[in-house]
C-alpha cells in the first residue's frame, strides 16, 4: 500500500513540476518583452539590459572590492608557519679549537608573526585616492549611459519615421487604386482614352515597389533598435507614440548657455586630475621612510630522537620595528616625479581642449537643431497646402476641368508633403537630443 502511495504521488508530482517549469519560462520570457514601447519606456528597459551597462556597474563592484582589498593592508597582517626539519649531517663549527655540533637532527617550530604598516605610500595613496577611484567608474557608468540614451532616442525616431512613411505610401496606394478605377470605368465608358488608366497603373506600382522598400528598411531599423536595447531577436516591439507629445517635445531653449561642469567628459577629467594629483604626491612620498611594526611568537621543538621531538618546547618571541629607506636609486625617485608632473599637465590641457571642443560641438548643434526646426515648421504648412491642392485637382479632374497628369502631380507632391513632414518631426527631435548632450542636460 505505501509503494502504491508513493507511485501515486510521484506520478502527480511530476506533471505539477513540468507545468510549474514551463510557467516559470514563460513568464521569464514575458517580462523580457515591452508591452508598450514609447520612448520612455524603451529607454528604461536598455539601461536595465544593455550588456555594456552591465559592464560598468560590474566596473563598480570589482573597484569597490579592489579598493578593499588595498585598504585592507592597514590592518595587522598575521601569519602562521609550521616547519619541520630533519638534517641528515648537522652543521659543526670549531670553538676553542674543538669541533662542535651546532643544532640536532630533528628540528620542528610553530610561528605566529604579525605585522602592522606604520607608513607605507602605497597604502597611503589607496586611501586618499579611493573615494575619487570609485567616482571614476561610477562616472564612466554615467557617460555610458548618456551614449545609450542619444543612440536608442534616435533609433527610436528612425524606426518612428519609417512607420509613418509607410502609412502614407499606404494611403497613396488607396488614392491611387481608387484612381485607377475610375479611369479604367471612363477608359470602357468612352469618355477618356487609356492614357489616363495607365499612367494610374505605374503610379500603382511605383509606389507598391516603394512600400516594398520601406518595409524592409523597417525591418532593419527596428533590428537595430533591439540591438541597442539588447531586446529579444524574437520578440514583438509594438511601438507606441503620441504625434501630440511629439511635437510638444520640439521646443529647445536656444538662448541656453553651455555649463562645461554639466558635462560628463568634464567630470571625468576633473577626477582624472585629482589622481594624478595624488599619483604626483605619491611620487614624492618615495623619499620618506617606511616604517612598520613587528613581531613574532615561535615554539621550536629541538631533538635528535624523532619520536621525542615535541616532549619539550623551546619558545622564542621577539617585537620590532622596520624602516626602510633607498639611499640612492639612481635618480629614478626624481625622474617619476617630473613624469607625475608632466601628465598632470596633460590633464590640464586635455581641459582645454574639451572646452574647444564643446563649444564646437554646442555651436554645430544649436545650428542643426535651428535648421532643421525652420525646415519642420515649413513642411509642417506644405502638408495642408498639398492637401488642399490634391483636393481642388482631383475634383476638377472628376470634373472633366483638369487632366489625369495633373492629378498624378498632386498625388505626387501630397505625398512627397507628408514624407517630408514626418521625417522633418523626427530630425529636428534627433538634433534636440544633440542639443541636450552638448549642453549637458541628459543626466542618467
Same mark, same amino acid.
Given at each position: ?20 517549469? *514551463? ?177 494610374? +497603373? ?31 531577436? +524574437? ?147 506644405? *502638408? ?27 498625388? +505626387? ?32
Amino acid at each position: 500500500m505505501r509503494k502504491t502511495r508513493s507511485y501515486m504521488f510521484y506520478r502527480m508530482l511530476i506533471p505539477a513540476m513540468l507545468v510549474s517549469s *514551463v510557467s516559470s519560462a514563460q513568464t521569464s520570457s514575458a517580462d523580457s518583452l515591452l508591452q508598450d514601447a514609447s520612448l520612455p519606456n524603451v529607454i528604461q528597459y536598455a539601461l536595465k539590459r544593455q550588456p555594456l551597462i552591465q559592464q560598468s556597474l560590474l566596473d563598480e563592484e570589482i573597484t569597490r572590492l579592489q579598493v578593499k582589498s588595498r585598504l585592507a593592508d592597514w590592518y595587522p597582517q598575521v601569519n602562521f608557519n609550521y616547519l619541520l626539519q630533519h638534517n641528515f649531517e648537522v652543521q659543526t663549527n670549531i670553538i676553542g679549537g674543538n669541533p662542535v655540533k651546532l643544532g640536532v637532527d630533528n628540528t620542528s617550530a610553530f610561528q605566529f608573526g604579525a605585522t602592522q604598516t606604520i607608513f607605507n605610500r602605497d597604502v597611503l595613496l589607496a586611501l586618499r585616492s579611493r573615494n575619487d577611484v570609485q567616482l571614476q567608474t561610477r562616472q564612466q557608468t554615467t557617460s555610458n549611459k548618456i551614449d545609450l540614451v542619444v543612440n536608442v532616442s534616435k533609433s527610436f525616431y528612425a524606426v518612428l519615421a519609417t512607420q509613418q512613411q509607410i502609412k502614407v505610401v499606404q494611403e497613396t496606394i488607396t488614392r491611387l487604386e481608387r484612381s485607377l478605377r475610375d479611369s479604367r470605368a471612363a477608359y470602357d465608358a468612352g469618355v477618356a482614352d487609356k492614357t489616363d488608366y495607365k499612367r494610374a +497603373t505605374i503610379a500603382l506600382n511605383n509606389a507598391i515597389a516603394t512600400k516594398k522598400a520601406t518595409e524592409e528598411n523597417l525591418k532593419a531599423n527596428i533590428e537595430l533598435l533591439k540591438a541597442s536595447m539588447n531586446y529579444p531577436a +524574437t520578440g514583438q516591439l509594438n511601438i507606441a507614440y503620441d504625434s501630440a507629445t511629439l511635437e510638444n517635445a520640439i521646443p529647445q531653449d536656444t538662448l541656453a548657455m553651455v555649463d562645461l561642469a554639466g558635462r560628463i567628459e568634464y567630470q571625468q577629467l576633473q577626477t582624472v586630475k585629482r589622481l594624478q594629483e595624488a599619483n604626483l604626491k605619491y611620487n614624492k612620498w618615495s623619499f620618506i621612510p617606511t616604517l612598520s611594526a613587528n613581531g613574532a611568537y615561535n615554539f621550536n621543538y629541538l631533538n635528535d630522537q624523532f619520536s621525542k621531538l615535541y616532549s619539550t618546547s623551546y619558545p622564542a618571541s621577539w617585537v620590532g620595528i622596520t624602516l626602510g629607506l633607498p639611499i640612492f636609486q639612481g635618480g629614478k625617485r626624481k625622474y617619476n616625479i617630473k613624469v607625475a608632473e608632466f601628465q598632470l599637465k596633460r590633464v590640464d590641457l586635455d581641459i582645454v581642449n574639451l572646452q574647444n571642443n564643446v563649444n564646437a560641438e554646442y555651436t554645430s548643434a544649436m545650428a542643426a537643431y535651428k535648421s532643421n526646426l525652420a525646415n519642420y515648421l515649413a513642411v509642417k504648412e506644405n *502638408v495642408q497646402l498639398a492637401q488642399e491642392v490634391y483636393d481642388v485637382i482631383n475634383l476638377q479632374y472628376r470634373s472633366g476641368i483638369k487632366a489625369y497628369l495633373e492629378v498624378i502631380t498632386a498625388e +505626387t507632391d501630397l505625398r512627397t508633403a507628408q514624407i517630408n513632414y514626418f521625417n522633418a518631426l523626427y530630425t529636428v527631435l534627433s538634433s534636440k537630443i544633440d542639443v541636450q548632450r552638448a549642453l549637458g542636460t541628459i543626466q542618467y
